[in-house]
């Protein structure tokens, strides 16, 4: 009785590596992925695209200022994270510091 002879995968073992690894690491981000937004919660307002102004230095690289029961519970990047409403400032500044802001200008 012949053997059956089975016909070579076009696929060599190297790429089978490659695809497990590929797949291995794409899960591993959405583990991560997953984790980050469960730690950040929900929030019930995010202002995003705009510049931060924190009371001393103006902050402009895609932050966003968290809001949560009428208080700022983050400022930081919260793309990842859920809201009920996302308002766009479309580059206007955002002001959440209120502390007391002081002027050479008021002094002269």
Known sequence: MPQARFLP???????????????????????????????????????YNGRIFDGVRMLTRGLCVGIRGGKIAK????????AKQWLNAHGQVVAPYNGPQFSDHAIS
Not at 75 to 82: C, E, N, R, T, W
């Open 9 to 47: 995968t076009p696929f060599g073992r190297r790429t089978r590596w490659v695809a497990l690894v590929l797949v291995v690491v794409l899960v591993i981000g959405a583990l991560l992925v997953w984790q980050w937004r469960r730690r950040l919660g929900t929030f019930d307002i995010i202002v």
């Open 75 to 82: 400022i930081g990047f919260l793309y990842p994270a859920h």
